[in-house]
């Protein structure tokens, strides 16, 4: 293939040099890997000339976006969440539209386990003690004392595949695991986890550690907000690694601050990279940088999916991670 008969694509985010390489072998590739988040401006300019764009949560792709892509075939997101899609504008376009499910599931499930030990046990908060050089003041009562996870009941809101992931892990800690979700598991899946349906209120009153992985919709704005963590134990943990706005970061904040709530551990924020400042300024929080899929091994399978539903869909191929079916074949 000479350069010119090579389809255009964008990259909209810096990729692994070596993945970029391999990319450029077979496309024109546009990327950015100077890394500068696109403007709106920017992305609906880039997006006028291409016919696949590799994108991620940072670019929000809808009919502006959209609006000059005339050649546009396929938008691969980095990422199994897409709330940064509107599919119906996507679809509308006649654009296929792709995630990455499943090369995440275990490294993000890990995480979130990760995330619910460090609040639960306090850790970072233990470290800014030592780091503050109070260790001095160790004494059977004053160390930074935390909540136990073995044996206790968790609480799994969401319960997808990385849900059941987090749940097949909470076995081996002796929990027991009660779970909401939109729909309710087959009875074969609830036996793999373990884990007992509830209602969302029944959950909230009664776990001790409370685990959000819930995709976020318009329906799923504030699930987590004054009314609900009303409900929840004062001596109760929250961990969000699911998305910003599913959780009401002022409330939140409220509760840690008056103790309505024991801790909680976000990976993830309302306006982020921008974090509340009522919540930066709780000591039991555990704050992570949206890091739950972030290891090496499984970002580079999550940009290999992305790149192989582009290219499936740029060579008359239906991708493996397509999300919006009705646009198949129909550009
Ligand atoms: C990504 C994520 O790092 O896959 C998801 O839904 O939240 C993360 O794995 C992030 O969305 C970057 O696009």
Redesign the pocket.
């Known amino acids: 293939m000479n350069t010119l008969s090579k389809p255009k694509i964008l990259v909209a985010r810096a990729i692994f040099p070596d993945t970029l390489e391999l990319l450029e072998s077979l496309f024109d590739v546009h990327s950015n890997q100077a890394d500068r988040i696109l403007s709106p401006a920017e992305l609906q300019e880039a997006l006028s000339s291409v016919s696949g764009a590799l994108v991620?949560?940072?670019e929000r792709i809808d009919q502006q976006a959209l609006s000059r892509a005339k050649n546009l075939k396929v938008v691969a997101?980095?990422?199994?969440?897409y709330n940064n899609f509107d599919v119906a504008a996507i679809s509308a376009a006649g654009v296929m539209a792709t995630n990455?499910p499943d090369v995440?599931t275990d490294t993000?499930a890990d995480f979130g386990f990760a995330l619910l030990m460090s609040t639960a046990r306090r850790i970072t908060e233990s470290e800014h003690w030592v780091r503050e050089g109070k260790w001095d003041k160790w004494s059977i009562v004053n160390n930074p004392l935390g909540m136990d996870l073995h044996h206790s009941t968790l609480g799994i809101i969401g319960m997808g595949r990385i849900g059941q992931g987090i749940a097949k892990r909470a076995l081996g800690f002796g929990m027991k695991v009660v779970y909401h979700n939109r729909n309710r598991l087959s009875k074969e899946d609830e036996l793999a986890c373990g884990a007992t349906y509830l209602n969302k209120e029944e959950l909230l009153r009664e776990a001790d550690h409370v685990v959000l992985v819930l995709p976020y919709t318009p329906e799923n704005h504030h699930a987590i907000g004054v009314n609900e963590i009303a409900l929840m134990k004062p001596t109760a943990t929250l961990v969000n690694i699911a998305?910003g706005g599913i959780v009401d970061d002022n409330a939140l904040a409220q509760a840690l601050q008056s103790g309505k709530i024991f801790a909680a551990g976000l990976d993830?924020f309302e306006g982020e990279p921008v974090v509340n400042p009522e919540l930066l300024k709780c000591r039991n929080i555990v704050i992570a940088p949206?890091i739950?899929?972030?290891t090496e091994k499984t970002r580079r399978a999550?940009v290999a999916l992305a790149i192989e539903n582009l290219r499936a869909a740029l060579t008359g191929q239906k991708p493996p991670s397509l999300i919006n079916p009705e646009v198949w074949g129909k550009n």
């Open positions: 991620a949560g940072s997101n980095i990422s199994v969440g990455t995440l993000t998305r993830v949206h739950a899929s972030a999550m």
